[in-house]
């Protein structure tokens, strides 16, 4: 039975992800807004650096808000789900696994959705707000150390891909520092710790054309008149 409860919390947690994931903003407010799909101008993405280029600042506040909102959404129902099935399941388990496991499964789900959403073709973002909205529901420290980072990042070279990709490749390292420094249990740690990996793993992949193109040297620069990159 507890196992039954183990696998009901994952299954319930990463549809729940999943299906939050794929409720595109930028796609809605492009087509509320303008009529428009912002996957058909620039880089063919449905985030919000492209929706900025192509629309401008309001549309790009709207989709950041929405991204990011849908993902503390997900955090928090995989939160809940997992703390409902996952307490009192027995003295042997006493929550084998912390209700935060659940919210960094959800955000993983939640990432598969945005960059492959069920709503809208299977065609979506790269997935950088939506860790985002992880990080901010689950360890806000981390977030604001990954923002400044960004933003340093973003001040020096004008580069949006790059600081997306360099905070990916932190956010699991800053994670692990993070939980070790609160005293989370060995499973607790391990768990988040694999889980951020795989969200920074899809990230880092799905840049890889920017990657490209920065190893060229092609790569686009926020203010220049361009419609590829990010």
């Not at 939050?20 to 492009?30: A, K, M, T, Y």
């Not at 933003?151 to 939980?179: C, D, H, K, M, Q």
């Not at 989370?184 to 840049?207: K, N, P, Q, R, Y």
Request: aromatic share 8%; with cysteine.
């Amino acid at each position: 039975m507890n196992i039954l409860h183990i696998l009901a919390a994952c299954l319930l947690t990463a549809l729940g992800g999943y299906l939050l994931g794929s409720i595109l903003f930028g796609v809605l407010i492009s087509k509320v807004l303008y009529n428009d799909d912002v996957r058909s101008h620039g880089s063919g993405n449905a985030g919000m650096t492209n929706v900025l280029r192509t629309y401008g600042k309001l549309a790009a506040v709207l989709t950041t808000l929405g991204d990011v909102g849908k993902s503390v959404a997900a955090v928090r129902l995989g939160r809940f789900i997992f703390d409902a099935l996952l307490s009192g399941t027995g003295a042997a388990w006493q929550n084998p696994l912390d209700p935060a496991c659940g919210a960094y499964l959800a955000a993983i789900f939640c990432m598969i959705g945005h960059s492959r959403p069920l709503f809208f073709g299977f065609k979506g973002g790269k997935g950088v707000l939506v860790g985002a909205g992880a990080a901010l529901a689950t360890e806000p420290l981390v977030c604001a150390v990954l923002l400044v980072i960004f933003l340093v990042e973003f001040a020096i070279t004008r580069i949006v891909s790059l600081g997306s990709i360099i905070i990916a490749a932190l956010y699991p390292v800053a994670t692990l520092i993070n939980l070790l420094a609160h005293g989370a249990d060995a499973a607790t740690v391990a768990f988040s710790t694999v889980c951020c990996a795989i969200m920074a793993a899809m990230v880092i992949w799905l840049h890889r054309s920017n990657i490209e193109r920065l190893k060229n040297g092609t790569e686009y620069r926020f203010g220049e008149k361009k419609n590829s990159g990010k």
